[in-house]
């Protein structure tokens, strides 16, 4: 084995670990994703270094070539800032931020552990990256409609995936809280549904495992009772899922955040809109519930968010478009 199959070794094994503690403090399986990932990609920099740089400074390559990284204690903040620079180049500022945070955590992570020499996090100093201000995509009531056009009443995936549609468009919950929907949880020692079709309200337990209830409305409660009375008719009827693939999948199973994101995907070309995702839905909800007047406080407990960023991210999206309404009705322009 050589130095480099070493390092990738070691640190692969401290990313299992540091995973491994995660999942103990009861992280979301997002975020285990999410963190792990940040840390593979920095495996596999530090492993075959680009030789990408902004011109006139040191490449990657150049760097590791000068500083080899042979074990976590020869990591220094000169190569996290050549990581997180050639991320820049690569994703968006949201990814590049996300990356950055799972660092952070992981370093610490490493700081923390008395049988690992690493005194002191490398990223001691560095700066998180600066994300632009920009508004959310959401999707207008048309564009929602024509993609409900394309789910036919006359088939279990049409009912089904306009449930999933009308749910997510009147309720916010992020993708990860709607596949893991079951029919049924424990909850005070009861079992009880997780979609109370009578209160028109759902279960979720949130990011953070924050449990949370969140309520909807009567067309939403329409289209998922119509999906109910179709799942009775699944062969897989008994699966806990609550969202079940079609019954000619070979196999059984509730959706998958891979499978809802496609599904969107088939639908919003069907329907001839350029491009939907998932949380698409929930930048949606949540601009319509501002817009509608709810509070910072009340949104915050039914987004599932700790807090105040994201009601007021979504809060300047509509006073944005109360001003640029209000210039159209009184435009100085029209007056000259």
Known sequence: MDAIDEMVETLEGLRRSWLRSLRAANASSQTLRAYGRAITMLIEFLSYPPEDAVAGEESPAALLERLPVWDEADIRRDHLEAFIGHLHRHYKPNTVNGRWSALHVFFNWLVEQPDIPVTVSPMTGMRRPFIPEEHPPILDVGEIRALLRTCSPRDYHGVRDEAIIRLMADTGLRINEVVTLMITDVIDGQRVPVIDMDLETVYVMGKGRRPRSVSFGAKTAAALDRYLRARRKHPHRTRPEFFLREPRYPTPGGLTEGGITRML???????????????????????????????????????????????????????TDRSLEAHRRTSFGDEI
């Open 265 to 319: 995907q088939r639908r919003a070309e069907a329907a001839g809109i350029k491009h939907v995702h998932p949380h698409m839905f929930r930048h949606t909800w949540a601009a319509a519930q501002k817009r509608s007047g709810l509070d910072r406080g009340a949104m915050k407990n039914q987004g599932g968010w700790r807090s105040d960023k994201m009601p007021d991210r979504y809060g300047a999206i509509v006073e």
